[in-house]
């Protein structure tokens, strides 16, 4: 039998993409998508599918974007490419050290929120909602090995240096921009965890769930928004963030498409029109 829940309530003609993401995690954690048999829900544990997530790595876009990710430092930093943008986001675009903290703790809320909601699917024994969070965590937790290594083994240093944020003339040192010391400095600059983990779970949501549509696209704003955050407030070198991002795109895509293989999609997201005007997200699955 099939049924169609309608959230008609909850997205409306001014629908924001926060509402359209809160509907998609509402489906997660309460199962609404389909409620499937024991069978289906075996292998949708965050540690599954490491084997497929590996051989999916391996494949010929994410290595692609691996190895951009490894050579971006060395085309902005020996160039003096990075000081430039660093100067250009200080200097001409208003930025300026922690200029904010939403990005600075956004990727650990997220991380809290996605431990919570997995609890809370694995308590109430729903299949959708740990098939729906697994591929998160499974991302989140691979990219933070990855990236944790590479600042560990690369030992770039920070743009401040551990300077005064305030000084005058903070940004009249280019030389740091290409102060690499390898295991020297603990987990130093590159990549930049925050944006690596941000498309890494972005590009796992929108891998691991096909059948949203264009909702599943919505973790790449956020993402870009925290990386934008990484840049003007002066947390980290542009190529910093750029190879956060590619090794995130590549380690979350890989993760997600492990989890679609095996599991398959719930369900279907449609967009229908409302009789009193607007429009409507349904889900239709099989229960």
């Known amino acids: 039998m099939f049924f169609a829940t309608s959230v008609a309530h909850l997205v409306s003609r001014r629908a924001s993409p ?19 048999q024991a069978d289906e829900c075996s292998g949708g544990e965050p540690w599954a599918r490491l084997g497929a997530s590996a051989s999916n790595f ?37 930025g300026r050290p922690n200029l904010e903290p939403v990005s600075v703790w956004t990727p650990y809320v997220l991380a809290g929120g996605l431990a919570i909601g997995y609890g ?31 600042k560990l083994a690369v030992g770039r240093r920070w743009p401040n240096g551990g ?3 305030s000084a005058p003339d903070r940004l009249d040192h280019p030389e740091g921009a290409h102060d690499f010391a390898p295991f020297q400095r603990g987990f130093a600059a590159w990549p930049s965890g925050h944006s690596a983990l941000l498309f890494a779970g972005a590009s796992a949501f929108r891998a691991s769930h096909p059948e949203l549509g264009w909702v599943s696209w919505l973790g790449y ?24 991002a590619l090794l995130g795109e590549a380690v979350g895509s890989s993760v997600g498409k492990s989890f679609t293989e095996a599991l398959g999609v719930p369900g279907q997201l449609a967009l229908v029109p409302r009789n009193q005007g607007g429009f409507a997200l349904q889900w239709q699955g099989a229960w």
Do not use: E, N
Request: charged share 10%; hydrophobic share 50%; glycine share 16%.
């Open 18 to 36: 926060t509402r359209a993401l809160a509907v998609g995690v509402a489906l997660g954690v309460l199962g609404v998508g389909t409620r499937a």
């Open 58 to 94: 391996a494949g010929p876009l994410p290595l692609t974007l691996t190895a951009l990710a490894v050579v971006t430092p060395f085309g902005f930093a020996p160039t003096g490419l990075d000081q430039r943008l660093r100067v250009v986001a200080q200097r001409d675009l208003g």
């Open 120 to 150: 809370i699917s694995a308590a109430v024994d729903s299949c959708s909602g740990k098939r729906g969070f697994s591929p998160l965590l499974q991302a989140g937790v691979l990219t933070f090995v990855g990236v944790g290594a590479l």
């Open 163 to 165: 300077r005064d944020p």
């Open 221 to 244: 704003p956020l993402a870009l928004g925290v990386a934008g955050g990484m840049w003007f407030g002066d947390h980290h070198y542009a190529s910093d963030i750029i190879s956060g």
